[in-house]
Structures are given as C-alpha cells and as structure tokens.
C-alpha cells in the first residue's frame, strides 16, 4: 500500500499537538484522529471494554510463599506459550515488523527486572502475585517515564502490554473480551477500543474485523507499526471516540485523514472511498523518487521540498520519500509532559542529531512555540486567558529569557552539525526579531569566550503567521535571512475564525482574496530584500495550490514527508511563467468560490492524471 | 573496538571478567528489536552480561534493563561479561554490535 497521506486540512490546524477535532456536520459527526494505517474501512462498530483488569491484593502466609511464587512462574509461562502460538500463527502468513515485536514482548515476558522484582516482593512482603506483580510493574515504569528520549519512553506501552498478559492469565480474565469480539464479530466489523496492544492488532489480521480505531496511540507506537504492516485501516488519537460511537453504529473510518465518520451518508461513503482508489492508483504511478536530485520546474526553476518533522524516528520514512532536509522542527516536544525543562545537552543532542541525519540539506529548527499554560514546568510567568492571543511561543521565551538563551545556546552549540536554520515563531513586531538578535549575540559571544565552536552562518527567519508581520514584510525582510510563512494560523487570525467553531469552517480557505494578497505582500517583500521565501503550513502540503504557490515564488515549501512524490511531480510539470500567469489572474475574482474554480481549472486541466489527489469537492463549470 | 580491562587476578580459575567497548552503528540505537536480539545472544553464555553507557549499566540478558539504558544510535558501549565462557560472549555480542544487528 502506498505510503502518501492526504491532510485533510481543514481539520489538521495544529497537526501533532492538537491532532483531535470532533465536528458536527448536518447529520453525521466526524471524529478528527491521526491516520495511523491507510486505508478506508466500513463497518458496525465493536467496542473492546477496555477496563483494566481488576487486581486482587493480598497478603499471604509465610507457608504459601513458595506456592505463590510458584503461581507467578506458570502464569508466565502460560503467556510466553500464548504468545509463542500466536506468532507462530501469523509468521505463517507474514513476516516483518509485526514478529518482531512479538519477540520483544516473548522476552519481556521472562525479564529478571520484571519477575526477580515480582518473586522478591512475594517472598519479602508476603503478598500475592498479582500485587507483586504490579508493584514490579511500577518500579520498572518509574524508570521509562525518567527517560528523555521519546521513542525509549514509548517503550513503557510495551511493558504495560506485557503486564496485562500476565495479570489476565494470573486471575483467570482473560483477554477473552477481544477474542470473543472477534469470534463473534460480523462481516466488516471495525474495532473500537481505547487502547490495543500490539499482539491484539495482531489478532485482527484474517477476521472480519476490517479497520480500528483508538483514543490513545501515536503514528509512532508499535500498535500503528503493526496496523500498516498488516495493511490494516487504523486510526489512533481519537479523543472523543467512545462519546460519540455506541455499539452497531456505522462507521466510515479513513486511515489516510484520520477522520472518522459517525453514520455516514451515501454520499461521504462515495467521496471517501472515490478519492481512497484514486489516491492508490495516482501514487502507484509516480515514480520512485530519487535521492539527491534537485527539484526542479520544467523551465528549470529550482524549488526546495522539505519535511516538517517532529521526531528523529520519521528520519527513515522522510529519507525515502526523497525530501530535502527538513523545514520545519518543532521543539515543543521537548518541552512537554515533563516536570523539568529539558537541558541545554539534552537539547544539544537532539539537534545535533536532526542536523547530522538532514545533512547534507538545512534544517530549520523553530523555537518553542508555547506558553506557560502548556507547560508542566512551574514557571513565573503564566498566562491562561486565551493561548491564542496570549502570552506564548517568542513572547513567552523573551519573557523567561533563561529558557529561551538554554535553547539558543543549544541551537548554536549544535549549529557544526550541519546547515541550521533558527525560525522564530509569533512574530507581531520588528522589535521582537532585534530582541532575538541581540540574544544570539550574546549567546554567540558567550561561546567564543567558552571556546566552544558554532556556525557563524546560522540563517535567522521569521515565521509570518500573524497578519501584523505580513502587514510589515517589507520592514521584517530588513532583519532575517527568512520567511517561513505559517498558513493555519495566518488564515485563522486574518479571517477571525476560532479553532472550535464549527459554523465558521466555512470561512477557512487558503486562498481566500485576503490570503492571496497577504501572500502578494511577503513574497514581494522577501524578493525586494532578496531572502528565501518559505511554507511550512498545510497549504504548502495541498497539491491543490502547489502551482500557486510556485506562481508566489517560494523557494522551499515544507510538508509531510508522504505528501513530497506529488508535489514533486507537480513542480517537476509547471511552467514557472504560468504560474505565474495563474497567480496574477487570481486577483481578479472577489470571492474564494471564483478563485478556487478558477485554481481548480487549471490544476485539472493541466493535471488529469492527478485528479484523484487534487481533491474535487467542487466541480470546475 | 578497544580492549578496556582484563581482570582475571581475584578471579576463581576459568571464570574471566571482560570488558569490551564498542560503537552502535546502527540507525536506530539499540532499540526494541536491537535489544531482543542481544537478549537472545546474551542468553546462550553462562557468563553474565552487563552492557555500560558512561556511568549506567544494563543487565545484558534483560530487554528491559537495556531498553532504560536508551542507548542512541552512535553512541559507545561497554560490554562485560564475567564467566567461564566471558571471551566468546563479548566476541560474539560484540560483532552483532559491529554488524548494525543486520539491519
């Protein structure tokens, strides 16, 4: 199946952060996850009750010591059996990472950490297995959740998983919910659970069960490794999925999107499972891209394609889909779900590393782009009123000026591994960008005195996602070395539309007359003064506008990396003159519904093939 | 690789304590699968096995105890393994190590 996932982007306004939206249409609700494995699935929903298994604690007399520990050893060993079977099952019919994770789970099974702990705590404190068992469980989690790296974190799903084997199999509830949901399920059953283990997925390969969704997981966890190598439709992340699903509902669910559909119309069935066979067809077409080979328009017009990129695990999959280094990384994840701020090494580490594995392509790394009310961190200036128009993102980081000089100092102590570019998120002001650029003296002069080596050629840009810093573009081209232009954000602040509403969707479109000559404003200025001119939002990872965009002169538009095989065929097709042509065109018409048709018109026209994935909602007259 | 100590001197006869150190070159560190295939390579010594980042130490026959080392890919290791048969245990960890765990 191929790897290309299409946002849909009215709904992925901050892809990774807040990933989930629930949504009403007129009859049916659309639930908002993360596509996890692609694929449209239809079907009754099937709800796993997923409430933990209920752990009797007790104590127990110095006679039955032995006997107790001797219960613990043959639950284990019943699990190692149950999971032996199970993959020597599917290794039958599939091989690849699935096994894989199996076997880690086999051996997790029999961990001394796990069962020496859990025999000790028996025989110490004379009390029984299950209660030894999970105060084993938690000693070893207290040690993931201390870990910085994220993917070594992630890895304390697998020992709950690996826990829960043994707990069902120590108290006699077994895991018989799932089999029996799969036993009885009937044709073209999708899976509705809160979470799901990487053996259980395993388990809905060959049934009737033709997709699954979850409120928790990431793209990244072992359940999704496990759903896309299975080729099973899955979406994680749901928030909201079991207040709006029950029992028998019918389901539209799209691993491409992440959307999930609650009784959907004919209609959406049709459009959905329409744009699904096109996406595969049109994809299986384009040819295996090359690495190391300049994007170029068909007159010659080179344009940089890179990834927004949050975690160093997405590095394989960005590689193979040939993107040129990386527009866009987030550094909010460093900040969050923890106690303490991450250390200037810890930092250190992870950008060197982003900037070794992008090498030879830059990479723009932007600084944290929160405020204190996302935080776990007890910091001295806080803000909770409303998070977009308050204190966050540079605003904040001038404000606690420590946490913002820890990351410079990182980003420019790490700045030898490669081509690094500093974005900084939020700006309103040219005061602002000066403020940075004070502090990177300083930093820069802190290390000279240290005699600690950076790059003295880091290139500095803004990020334009309010409409204040698009007003004075020509005046902030003056100060950086670039633009990247912020398009979610841009849209909701120019149109004044809130990420909840609903009512106001109907507002939000890219290329709405204000955007376009918002857009007009930058690139002029950027070309005026001579900087590059980037995209890092969803706009950029729409094929729709790609031919817009290259008619705005973007030197570097940043996407998903599984949206790059189009837009590079795009690119690789326009004439940069008739972009160009197309943009200026476009200011013409007063309302989005013209210059969408018209933008529409000319993709179709000039893409056929690529229908499929230019999206058709409207039909050009 | 480099030879780190060789202490044999307190040591009952036969039973040697090695300590090697090697370079993680493969992409992802030693990760899940990684940690499974040591585990499974380490289980077949008598020797026990521990592997060492800076100043942690990992019990080298459990997944877990390596999975909280959180060892990145490029970074170093030692390898120990005091045994009877501690020299073929660290060759052979160590030239999965130096393989990438065919990756």
């Not at chain 1, 119309?265 to 959905?272: G, L, M, V």
């Not at chain 1, 031919?547 to 065929?569: A, D, K, N, W």
């Amino acid at each position: 199946m191929p790897k290309t996932q299409f946002p849909h982007w009215v709904n992925s306004l901050n892809p990774g952060l807040e990933s989930s939206l629930t949504r009403k249409t007129t009859a049916s609700t659309i639930i908002q996850g993360i596509g996890a494995a692609q694929g449209i699935a239809i079907g009754r929903a099937i709800i796993l009750d997923r409430r933990r298994v209920h752990t009797p604690k007790a104590h127990i007399a110095t006679n039955n010591v032995q006997a107790e520990i001797a219960r613990l050893q043959s639950a284990v060993s019943a699990s190692v059996l149950q999971l032996k079977s199970l993959r020597e099952r599917v290794s039958l019919v599939h091989g690849g990472e699935h096994i894989q994770i199996l076997e880690a789970h086999e051996l997790m099974l029999q961990d001394d950490m796990l069962l020496t702990f859990a025999e000790e705590q028996i025989a110490e404190q004379e009390i029984n297995a299950e209660w030894a068992l999970m105060k084993a469980l938690e000693n070893i989690k207290k040690f993931f959740n201390e870990l910085d790296n994220e993917y070594f974190r992630e890895r304390r799903s697998d020992v709950e998983f690996v826990g829960e084997h043994i707990l069902r199999n120590l108290t006699g509830q077994h895991s018989k919910t799932l089999a029996d949901l799969i036993a009885q399920s009937t044709k073209d059953s999708i899976l509705v659970s809160h979470t799901l283990s990487p053996s259980e997925t395993i388990q809905l390969h060959n049934s009737q069960i033709v997709g699954f969704c979850m409120v928790a997981g990431t793209k990244t966890a072992h359940t999704s490794i496990v759903a896309r190598s299975l080729e099973i439709p899955a979406v994680v992340g749901a928030v909201g999925l079991h207040q709006n699903v029950g029992v028998g509902d019918q389901l539209l669910l799209n691993g491409d999107t992440g959307e999930i559909i609650v009784s959907p119309s004919t209609k959406q069935i049709e459009t959905h499972k329409r744009r699904h066979r096109r996406i595969v067809r049109v994809t299986r077409k384009l040819k295996t891209p090359m690495l190391d080979e300049p994007i170029v328009t068909e007159d010659g017009f080179e344009v940089q394609l890179s990834s927004n990129i949050d975690l160093i695990e997405e590095f394989t999959e960005q590689r193979a889909l040939a993107g040129q280094g990386v527009g866009l990384f987030r550094t909010e994840y460093l900040y969050l779900n923890r106690s303490t701020l991450p250390t200037e090494e810890e930092q250190f580490d992870t950008y060197s590393e982003v900037l070794r594995r992008a090498s030879p392509y830059p990479v723009t790394i932007r600084t944290l782009d929160l405020g204190g009310d996302k935080l776990d961190i007890p910091t001295t200036v806080r803000d909770q009123l409303n998070p977009f128009f308050g204190l966050r993102a540079i605003r904040y980081c001038l404000k606690e000026k420590s946490l913002f000089i820890t990351q410079l100092r990182a980003l420019m102590r790490a700045s030898v591994h490669g081509q690094l570019r500093i974005l900084i998120p939020f700006i309103t002001d040219v005061t602002e960008i000066r403020q940075v650029k004070i502090l990177i003296e300083e930093v820069k002069e802190t290390l000279t005195k240290e005699g600690i080596p950076y790059n003295t050629n880091v290139e500095l840009g803004a990020m334009v996602e309010i409409p204040s810093a698009a007003c004075i573009s020509d005046l902030l081209a003056r100060e950086v070395e670039f633009f990247s232009v912020g398009t979610n954000d841009l849209i909701q602040y120019t149109l004044a539309i809130s990420r909840e509403s609903t009512d106001l969707q109907y507002l939000y479109h890219p290329l709405h007359p204000a955007m376009l000559r918002m857009l007009r404003w930058v690139s002029d200025a950027a070309h005026h003064e001579g900087i590059r001119l980037a995209m890092c939002g969803e706009m950029a990872a729409e094929p729709l506008y790609s031919v817009v965009l290259l008619g705005f002169r973007f030197h570097e538009l940043s996407m998903s990396p599984s949206t790059i095989p189009i837009v590079r065929e795009i690119v690789n097709r326009t004439n940069l003159l008739d972009a160009r042509e197309l943009v200026d065109g476009l200011f013409q018409y007063a309302t989005h519904t013209e210059v969408e048709q018209a933008v529409l018109q000319y993709m179709w026209r000039n893409f056929r093939d690529l229908r499929a994935v230019l999206g058709g909602d409207i039909d050009p007259k | 690789m480099e030879e780190i100590s060789e202490a044999k001197a307190s040591l009952p006869r036969n039973v040697q304590k090695i300590r090697r150190r090697y370079q993680l070159c493969n992409e992802k560190g030693l990760h899940a699968r990684a940690a499974t295939q040591f585990v499974r390579t380490a289980s077949q010594f008598d020797s026990a096995i521990s592997v060492y980042r800076d100043e942690a130490k990992a019990d080298g026959k459990s997944v877990m105890s390596l999975l909280i080392l959180a060892v990145p890919c490029g970074s170093a290791v030692d390898v120990e393994a005091e045994g009877t048969d501690a020299e073929n245990a660290v060759s052979s960890l160590g030239k999965l190590i130096e393989s990438g765990f065919g990756e």
